[in-house]
């Protein structure tokens, strides 16, 4: 638990202090949509996966450009499977594996939502694997004192392919239907004035028994 607050501790007072202005900004984004759309639920949903998306890119954000206290510099780890030895041996590398899964899952899930390109478990696997490849590359290069390793580039590739996995369900829910266009010409003869004749009956009565009872040549 020491080396997951050392590591991820900062985060901590951070995530709470941006919490509250994103479920400030959320009703606030819900009301400027809904004078674009008819459907209030669609409006207040889709503004809530963005700001949730704005969140968590915030966090991801922070804790990639945030220093490790104590930490001496950056280190490089290519080989494959030495972290999750290290996780399965010693308690407390296993809940930094877990932080790893965790940390893009959410833009996984949330992602396809909101963008149809990206509706497919092998582009949410490669949008992830290169957001990873750029975090783990940037984390290096500014010496935060973490571990630069290929372990983590997986685990964040798989949790971001399960977290779509988990909304695959919720993909289409959430579609905005754009409005029916009315050709201009249907408009004209619907917003055209209906005049009304008024036909003595008289002449109403001879016109329609001319027509029951035609006369004979």
């Known amino acids: ?22 479920l400030l900004g959320w009703p606030l984004l819900a009301a400027h949509r809904r004078r674009r759309q008819a459907d209030r639920f669609s409006a207040s949903a889709t503004a809530a996966v963005d ?50 899964v965790l940390m893009l899952s959410p833009l996984g899930a949330l992602l396809p939502l909101r963008s149809r390109r990206l509706r497919s478990l092998g582009r949410i696997a490669l949008g992830a694997l290169a957001v990873s490849v750029l975090v783990e590359g940037t984390q290096y290069l500014i010496q ?19 977290g779509a996995a988990l909304s695959k369900r919720l993909w289409h829910r959430l579609d905005v239907r754009p409005p029916v266009k009315i050709p201009m010409q249907v408009r004209r003869v619907c917003d055209a004035p209906v005049r009304l004749r008024v ?3 008289s002449v109403w009565n001879e016109h329609h028994s001319g027509i029951a009872h035609p006369q004979r040549r």
């Open 199 to 201: 036909v003595p009956r």
């Open 51 to 100: 700001m949730t998306l704005v969140l968590t890119c915030f966090l991801v954000l922070c804790l990639v450009t945030m220093p490790v206290t104590g930490g001496q510099g950056s280190r490089l780890n290519l080989e494959p499977g030495t972290d999750l030895r290290l996780a399965l041996s010693d308690g407390a590398n296993l809940w930094q594996v877990l932080g790893n």
């Open 1 to 22: 638990m020491g080396e997951l607050l050392r590591a991820f501790g900062a985060m901590i007072p951070l995530t709470i202090t941006a919490i509250p202005y994103a």
């Open 144 to 162: 935060a004192g973490r571990v630069t390793s290929a372990d983590d580039i997986l685990l964040n590739t798989l949790g971001a392919v399960a």
